[in-house]
């Protein structure tokens, strides 16, 4: 559930020490990953959201799924902005439009797909372990009010005050553009923001965690009691069942380690080599964020049904895919 807006150090001057670090090549390597990752991202989840609208909202798992793929279809949107804004040849007009609205908008998707992938992760534990649980956790009214409010409130406590506070005329000659366009309550917000959320990323993984675990428990379980020797058949259950925490870990885990430390030195406006580390680390993770939009399709295949046999009606890759 990532931030709101983001705060690049794109300007010509990358800090006031040299660090060792090659800032022209990665000013040339993350916007060409991000432009690298858009057109099979975009593939990706146009085909995803096409297959889901086709199938009946008959549970809360699939309420979530679609939400989260919505999310994702928001954020691939976002992605041609973000890296023509980090180019060296990118205008200031694009860099401000995209420190106020486009990386907005871009934490604002991260963050609710966060959310959703712990709401998926409970639905799936109300169903494996714990089945009283039916009676709310997946009550089709209950789902489609928790994912209105997640958007609503997301939108309104996180991302509107950001767009409203990031309202400061740019200068071409700053270091740090999107930070000096904040207002003095925009940055103390953009702090309180970011340690919150990140808290919210760290409860959300002990809970995907928690729940993943007992489902694996329960399943192996009733393999072991009904006496099944299918090795074969207990590694793909494995698989399965780990597979949202695999996606959580590797694209969001990396990125809130790094967050914290580099917004406390870019908050206070300190330079050195230190923050020119966390900063190249932070662009690093933060497009690895970003690969979610091309791993989520995982959680769709592997844990819903319905999807992979409509998948299979496409034809000659679906019926591959599915096999």
């Not at 990665?26 to 990953?33: A, C, G, M």
């Not at 494996?128 to 649980?133: A, L």
């Not at 074969?232 to 870990?249: D, E, N, P, Q, S």
Request: with cysteine; glycine share 4%; hydrophobic share 50%.
């Amino acid at each position: 559930m990532m931030n709101t807006s983001e705060y690049q150090d794109n300007s010509s001057v990358h800090g006031y020490e040299d660090c060792g670090i090659n800032h022209s090549m990665v000013d040339v390597v993350v916007p060409s990953l991000y432009f690298l990752l858009f057109v099979p991202g975009l593939v990706l989840n146009v085909t995803v959201m096409w297959i889901l609208l086709q199938l009946r909202t008959e549970s809360t798992f699939l309420v979530y799924l679609k939400n989260l793929v919505a999310a994702d279809l928001l954020m691939t949107l976002t992605l041609p902005i973000k890296a023509a804004s980090k180019l060296p040849s990118a205008s200031l007009g694009l860099r401000a439009f995209t420190c106020r609205f486009g990386n907005v908008l871009f934490y604002f998707c991260m963050d609710i797909s966060i959310v959703l992938m712990g709401l998926i992760s409970l639905d799936r534990f109300f169903k494996v372990v714990q089945p009283c649980g039916r009676l709310l956790g997946q009550n089709l009214l209950f789902g489609r009010t928790v994912s209105i409010a997640t958007w609503t409130v997301m939108l309104g406590a996180v991302a509107l005050p950001n767009v409203i506070l990031t309202s400061e005329t740019p200068s071409v000659s700053s270091h740090n553009l999107c930070m000096d366009m904040k207002t003095k309550v925009g940055r103390d917000f953009h702090k309180a923001v970011i340690l919150v959320l990140n808290w919210l990323f760290w409860v959300v993984l002990l809970v995907i965690g928690f729940c993943y675990t007992c489902i694996a428990r329960t399943v192996l379980r009733s393999y072991n009691n009904s006496g099944s020797i299918n090795v074969i058949r207990k590694c793909k259950t494995k698989a399965k069942v780990f597979i949202v925490l695999v996606v959580f870990l590797v694209c969001f885990a990396p990125y809130y380690i790094v967050r914290i430390p580099y917004t406390q030195m870019q908050v206070k406006n300190k330079h050195g080599c230190t923050r020119e580390s966390l900063k190249v680390a932070k662009d690093f993770t933060l497009w690895l964020s970003a690969t979610n939009i091309c791993l989520d399709p995982l959680i769709y295949f592997f844990l819903c049904r319905s999807f992979r046999e409509k998948l299979s009606n496409l034809g000659i890759v679906g019926r591959f895919l599915t096999t």
